[in-house]
């Protein structure tokens, strides 16, 4: 088996795994009055997948994985209240300044240790924090954002009390990040983050 086959062969979909997204998305369908509970569990779920990259596979500890995912809403929520209701221009929007929020951070995360990582990755979410407190005639503060309305996704499918639509927008998010996110761990860069989550001491003598 080449190298490239060994890489492949772990990122074959298994049944059980095709199962399990048949019956994700079979749910709202079969659960219409629970959609608003259905896109809850999606919207914590997309946390979950996320924090299982920086911390189950790269092995960077992380008291503040909410700040990043905090910024990335509060960011496609004043987009969609002040310049344009789309949401999934909005979700560009968040997706953007979330990620350039851990650019700006990860120079101050990935050089340190455990310890510094934990220290670090708190003060950026109590820092964030602290500044949605403080603007909060712009962030709504304590009482969260007031007064956002999406516009229809795809401009037809309306978001409204019933969270049908709201339900499949956010499975739809999730299904993309977790494939995006499987692809990931099992790439080149995937498993030389398991590899630096294994033993650091030798990556580093390997030049890696």
């Known amino acids: 088996m080449t190298a490239a086959q060994t890489l492949r062969a772990p990122a074959r979909w ?63 929520a004043l987009f969609a209240k002040h310049v344009m209701p ?6 560009a929007v968040g997706t953007a300044l979330a990620a350039l929020l851990g650019v700006v951070t990860s120079p101050m995360i990935v050089r340190g240790t455990d310890l510094t990582r934990l220290m670090v990755t708190m003060g950026v979410a109590l820092v964030l924090m602290e500044l949605a407190n403080k603007f909060d005639q712009i962030t709504g503060g304590a009482d969260g954002l007031q007064g956002v309305v999406m516009g229809p996704l795809l401009g037809a499918f309306e978001f409204d ?38 033993n650091r001491l030798r990556l580093s003598a390997l030049g890696l």
């Open 14 to 76: 298994r049944a059980w795994e095709v199962s399990l997204w048949v019956a994700i998305w079979v749910a709202p369908f079969a659960l219409p009055q629970h959609a608003a509970l259905i896109n809850e569990i999606a919207i914590l779920a997309l946390f979950a997948v996320s924090l299982d990259l920086v911390l189950g596979y790269a092995g960077i500890v992380s008291l503040g994985h909410a700040a990043y995912f905090g910024t990335g809403a509060y960011a496609a």
């Open 86 to 91: 789309d949401p999934l221009v909005g979700l």
């Open 161 to 198: 009390l019933t969270a049908r639509t709201a339900s499949f927008y956010s499975l739809a998010v999730l299904f993309v990040a977790f494939v995006v996110l499987r692809r990931i761990v099992h790439s080149p860069f995937g498993i030389s983050l398991q590899a630096l989550r294994d």
